[in-house]
C-alpha cells in the first residue's frame, strides 16, 4: 500500500531522516497490526460464538447442558454427555488406528525408503492433506460403509466406520510433524547406533522415536485436535443418533455432526445451544494447543 | 541364534514399516480413483457449463464451481496482504516476547479451530451481527480467518529462508528497514510466499463446514460479493445425503478433486521450479 | 433440500406488494416444487416475481389469513377457526409415505400400530412381527425433513421417535441403505420407491397411486395451496401453472409427490 511512496524517500547513508524515521516506525506499527489480527480473530471468535451460546448456560444451567445426558431438543432437553463420549470414542479410536500408521509412515519415509519410494509416498502424504473432507466423507459413505455393515451386521453407521476415515484423515499431521521431529534428531546419534552394531529396527526403536518422543507426541495431539474437530466426513458416516456409546457398529453422534444436523432447523434455546457445542469444540481445541505448547516448552526447559 | 532372532525381529519390523508407507498411499489412490472413475462418465461441457434445474438438481454445475472459485478468490484477496505483513513483521521487526509469544499462540490456535466453529463464527458476526447475510463477502472473510494462519506461517519460513548476507548487502547500501524489506527480502521470497497463498487456497476450496453457514446452499451464479451462492463442497454434501442424483454427485466430487489437485500440484510445481533456479 | 437454511427466510410479512409479484409462503415440503414452479413461472412471464418461502404450515395458513402471503402452503388440512376465515383450498399434490424394507426381508406388511411400536423403539426384533430373528436396524430422516414430520404426525401420533435410529438426511440414503441391509426399515415418499426396496402393505393395503387417491392408503396427506377467497389474476395464473401437466408431472412427480391430476385417472 505504501510502496509507491518509498521511492521518494530521501536516503541517507548514515543517519536516517525523521520523516524516514517517523514512516518507518508507522510501518512498523502497521505490520504489527496485521499480526494481531490472529489474536483478534481468536477473540472475536471467542466473543460471538460465546455472545451466541451464552444463554444456554442460563435457560438449561450449567448442570443440565454439560451434565445432561438426553439431547432431545424438540423436549427441551439439551444434554452434551452423549455427544461428548460420542466424540471421545470417535477421535480415541480414529487415533488408535491413525498414530501408529501415521508414525510409521513417518519413520519410513524418514529412516527407511529409498529415495525413488520417498519420491512418491511423500507427495502422498501431502496431496492427502488437501483431500476435502467432504469428499472422505462420499468414500466412507459408499466404499467404507457397506464394508463395516456387512461387517458388523448392522447398518455400517458408527463408530467403526468413522474410525477408519478419520485415521486416514490424520495421518498427514501427525506424519508431517513427526517426519520433522525425527528430521532434528542429530545424525550423529544414529551413526553411534549403528557403530555399536545395532540393526535398522533397534535404532528406530530403542534411539530415535525416544529421542523424538516430545515431537511425536505433539503430532499426535495436533492429529487428535484435528479429529475431534472433523466435520462433514464425520456426520456423512456416523449415523448421527444423539444416544450414548453401544457398540462399534451402532449410530453414535458427535459435538460436529450434531451441529450441522440440527443448524438448519433450529430455533430458540436450541439455536443457543448449538453455539454452546460449537464453545466446547473451541474450548477443546484451544487446551490441545495449549498443552502442545506447554510441552514444548517443557522441552526447552530440560535442555 | 540370537542373531537370527535379531535379524528376523528386523526385517519384520521393517516390514511393517514398508506397510505403513504403502498404506497411505494406497488409499489416496484409491479415493482418487475412485471418485475419478465413477465420475468420469458424468463430465461433459454440458456438466460443466450449464445451470442445474428441477428439484433434484438435473443438469450442470456452472454456478457452485462460479461461487467456489468467486468465494476463494475474494478470501485471497482479503487474507494475503494482512498474513503477508504479519509474517514481516514477526520475521523482520518483532522481538522476542510476551506479544510475539501471544500472537503464536493465536495464530496455532486458530490454524486448530474446528471448520464448524469457523462457520458458526461466520454466522454470528459476518451473516448476522454485520447484516452481509449469506453472501459470497461473508464467507470470504470466515474463510480469511481460516487461512490466515496458514499463510503467515509459510510466509514467515520463506522470509526466514532469505540468506541474511541479501539483507546486509542492501543495508550496507543505506537502504532502510523497509526498503530492504519490500525490495529485497518479500521479493527473493515471493514464490514461496505465493506457494503458501496457494496451498491454502487450496483448503479453501475444500471446506464445507464454514461456507455452508455464511455463503448459503442457495444454488445461484453470484455477480455480487453480497450474493449468496452454494459451493461445489456444498453441493457435493446435498447431493451425496439426499442421494437421488448420484451421478451428479459423482461428477461434482471428480470436478472439486481436480481442482483441489491443481491447486496443490501447481503449488508444488512452483516451489520445485523455485528450488531448481537458486540451487 | 436436506439441509436447506431456512434460518433467515421469514422475512416476508410486509403487508404491501406490488401487482407483479407473488408471496408464497407456508410447508417446507412444498418448498421444493413452489421454487421450481417459480422458476418456470418467472421465465415464461419476465418482470414477475415469486417469492416462495417455507416457514411451516402453520405460519403459511396464518400469513395467508392475515394478508401477508397470497397463497399460504400447507400440508395439513385446516382446523378450527381457520375453516371459518374464508379461504380457498386447492389441493396441489398427495404426499403418501412407503415403509421400506430389504427384498430379501420375508414380511410384506405390517399394521400402522406395528409401525408406530417399531419406530418408537418397543419392537426391536423382526421376529415379534412374523419375520426371520433378526435385530431391526431402524432409519430415520433428520428432523429437517419434511417427510419425518407427515410420518411423525400420521404414524407416531407424535409420540416419540426411538433416539438410537440411524439418522439420515436425505431420501436417497434411506433408500440405498435399506436396500443394502437386509434388517433395514425405513420410510420415504412414495414416489421415490423403486424396485431395490419392498414397500409394506400398512394395515392390509399395498402402496399405490390408486390407493392414495382413493383414501384408502393409511399414511398418506393432501398437499394444499390456500387464497382468502377464489384466486384471481397472477394468483391464479401460477395456481394454473403449478396444475398444469408441466408441473404436476415433472416437478411433482420429481419431488416424490402423486400428482393431484391422477385422481381423475384412478376414478
Same mark, same amino acid.
Given at each position: ?11 541517507? =547513508? ?51 447442558? #454439560? ?27 480414529? !487415533? ?80 508431517? !510433524? ?19 552394531? +545395532? ?46 456409546? %453401544? ?47 506447554? !510441552? ?8 | ?6 535379524? =528376523? ?31 468420469? %462418465? ?51 521487526? +518483532?522481538?522476542?516476547?510476551? #506479544? ?45 480467518? =481460516? ?25 550496507? =547500501? ?55 451462492? %452454494? ?47 537458486? &540451487? | ?32 416444487? +413452489? @421454487? ?30 392475515? &394478508? ?74 433428520? @428432523? ?14 407424535? @409420540? ?48 399405490? @397411486? ?10 398418506? %396427506?393432501?398437499?394444499?395451496? #390456500? ?41
Amino acid at each position: 500500500m505504501s510502496e509507491t511512496q518509498t521511492s521518494s524517500a530521501p536516503r541517507e =547513508l548514515k543517519l536516517m531522516s525523521r520523516s524516514t524515521y517517523l514512516k518507518e516506525a508507522a510501518l512498523k506499527n502497521l505490520f504489527m497490526l496485521c499480526a494481531t489480527m490472529a489474536v483478534a480473530g481468536v477473540v472475536l471468535i471467542f466473543l460471538f460464538v460465546g455472545w451466541r451460546g451464552w444463554p444456554v448456560f442460563s435457560e438449561v444451567g450449567l448442570k443440565g447442558f #454439560l451434565g445432561g445426558s438426553e439431547w432431545l431438543p424438540t423436549q427441551g432437553l439439551f444434554g452434551i454427555l452423549p455427544l461428548l463420549v460420542g466424540s471421545l470414542v470417535v477421535t480415541l479410536g480414529a !487415533l488408535a488406528l491413525g498414530a501408529p500408521l501415521a508414525v510409521g509412515t513417518a519413520v519410513f519415509l524418514s529412516e527407511i525408503a529409498p529415495p525413488r519410494v520417498r519420491s512418491v509416498v511423500r507427495p502422498a502424504v501431502e496431496l492427502l492433506a488437501g483431500v476435502p473432507s467432504v469428499v472422505f466423507g462420499f468414500f466412507g459413505l459408499l466404499v467404507v460403509r457397506p464394508i463395516v455393515a456387512d461387517l458388523t451386521g448392522g447398518l455400517g453407521f458408527g463408530p467403526l466406520t468413522a474410525w477408519l476415515i478419520l485415521a486416514i484423515m490424520i495421518v498427514p499431521t501427525i506424519a508431517t !510433524l513427526t517426519e520433522d521431529a525425527l528430521g532434528s534428531v542429530p545424525d550423529g546419534i544414529r551413526e553411534a547406533s549403528y557403530a555399536m552394531g +545395532a540393526t535398522t529396527w533397534q535404532t528406530i526403536w530403542r534411539v530415535l522415536l525416544p529421542a523424538a518422543k516430545i515431537g511425536i507426541i505433539d503430532a499426535v495431539i495436533l492429529g487428535m485436535g484435528r479429529a475431534i474437530g472433523e466435520t462433514m466426513a464425520v456426520l456423512m458416516v456416523v449415523g448421527n443418533a444423539p444416544v450414548f456409546f %453401544r457398540g462399534i457398529g451402532k449410530p453414535v453422534s458427535t459435538l460436529t455432526s450434531q451441529i450441522v444436523m440440527d443448524m438448519p432447523y433450529a430455533s430458540g434455546v436450541h439455536r443457543t445451544a448449538l453455539f454452546g457445542l460449537a464453545i466446547i469444540l473451541f474450548l477443546i481445541s484451544m487446551g490441545l494447543v495449549g498443552l502442545v505448547r506447554g !510441552l514444548s516448552r517443557l522441552r526447552e526447559g530440560t535442555r | 541364534m540370537k542373531r537370527d532372532a535379531k535379524n =528376523l525381529t528386523n526385517t519384520l519390523a521393517l516390514a511393517a514399516f514398508w506397510v505403513a508407507g504403502i498404506t497411505t498411499v494406497v488409499v489416496l489412490f484409491a479415493v482418487i480413483g475412485y471418485v475419478f472413475i465413477n465420475g468420469a %462418465r458424468q463430465i461433459s461441457p454440458e456438466f460443466i457449463f450449464t445451470n442445474p434445474h428441477g428439484v433434484n438438481a438435473e443438469g450442470g454445475v456452472w454456478p457452485t464451481i462460479v461461487a467456489t472459485l468467486y468465494v476463494t478468490g475474494l478470501a485471497m484477496l482479503l487474507v494475503t496482504p494482512v498474513a503477508v505483513l504479519a509474517a514481516v513483521y514477526l520475521a523482520e521487526y +518483532a522481538v522476542q516476547g510476551r #506479544l510475539v509469544r501471544t500472537i503464536r499462540f493465536a495464530a496455532d490456535t486458530l490454524a486448530s479451530v474446528p471448520s464448524i466453529v469457523m462457520g458458526l463464527f461466520g454466522l454470528a458476526l459476518f451473516v448476522e451481527s454485520m447484516g452481509l447475510g449469506f453472501s459470497v463477502i461473508s464467507g470470504a472473510l470466515a474463510l480469511s480467518f =481460516l487461512m490466515l494462519p496458514i499463510v503467515m506461517r509459510t510466509t514467515e519460513e520463506a522470509i526466514r529462508a532469505v540468506p541474511k548476507y541479501i539483507r546486509w548487502g542492501s543495508y550496507g =547500501l543505506g537502504a532502510s528497514k523497509w526498503q530492504t524489506v519490500s525490495r529485497v527480502v518479500l521479493p527473493a521470497a515471493a514464490s514461496r510466499i505465493i506457494t503458501g497463498i496457494i496451498l491454502a487456497a487450496g483448503r479453501a476450496v475444500g471446506e464445507t463446514a464454514v461456507v455452508i453457514f455464511t455463503m448459503g446452499t442457495m444454488i445461484n451464479t453470484p455477480i455480487l460479493p453480497t450474493d449468496p451462492g %452454494r459451493s461445489m463442497t456444498v453441493h457435493l454434501y446435498q447431493l451425496s445425503m439426499e442421494g437421488i442424483n448420484m451421478p451428479a454427485a459423482f461428477g461434482t466430487a471428480l470436478l472439486l478433486m481436480a481442482m483441489v489437485l491443481a491447486f496443490n500440484l501447481s503449488a508444488r510445481w512452483l516451489l520445485r521450479r523455485n528450488r531448481r533456479m537458486q &540451487g | 433440500m436436506a439441509s436447506a437454511l431456512t434460518v433467515s427466510l421469514a422475512g416476508c410479512s410486509n403487508g404491501s406488494h406490488a401487482s407483479d409479484q407473488v408471496i408464497v409462503t407456508g410447508s417446507t415440503t412444498i418448498q421444493p416444487i +413452489a @421454487e421450481v414452479a417459480k422458476e418456470g413461472f418467472e421465465r415464461a412471464h419476465p418482470g414477475v416475481r415469486i417469492l416462495v418461502s417455507g416457514v411451516g404450515s402453520s405460519a403459511g395458513i396464518e400469513n395467508v389469513i392475515a &394478508g401477508t402471503a397470497d397463497i399460504g402452503t400447507s400440508s395439513r388440512d385446516l382446523k378450527g377457526d381457520e375453516l371459518h376465515a374464508g379461504l380457498v383450498d386447492t389441493p396441489i399434490a398427495y404426499d403418501a409415505i412407503a415403509v421400506i424394507v430389504n427384498p430379501s426381508n420375508p414380511v410384506d406388511g405390517l399394521t400402522k400400530a406395528q409401525v408406530k411400536a417399531i419406530f418408537e423403539g418397543r419392537i426391536t426384533n423382526w421376529k415379534q412381527v412374523g419375520g426371520p430373528d433378526m435385530e431391526i436396524g431402524l432409519v430415520n430422516r433428520d @428432523e429437517a425433513s419434511g417427510t419425518r414430520e407427515a410420518f411423525f404426525k400420521i404414524v407416531l401420533d407424535k @409420540e416419540r421417535f426411538d433416539p438410537t435410529a440411524v439418522v439420515l438426511p436425505g431420501t436417497g440414503q434411506v433408500r440405498s441403505v435399506v436396500a443394502q441391509a437386509p434388517s433395514a426399515i425405513g420410510y420415504i415418499s412414495l414416489g421415490f420407491v423403486t424396485p431395490e426396496v419392498k414397500a409394506l402393505a400398512i394395515d392390509g393395503v399395498e402402496p399405490s @397411486e390408486e390407493a392414495v387417491v382413493n383414501g384408502r392408503y393409511p399414511i398418506s %396427506r393432501v398437499l394444499h395451496f #390456500l387464497t382468502r377467497g377464489e384466486p384471481t389474476g397472477l394468483v391464479k395464473e401460477f395456481i394454473d401453472y403449478v396444475l398444469s401437466p408441466e408441473v404436476q408431472e415433472d416437478v411433482v412427480r420429481d419431488a416424490g409427490f402423486i400428482p393431484v391430476t391422477a385422481k381423475d385417472a384412478h376414478q
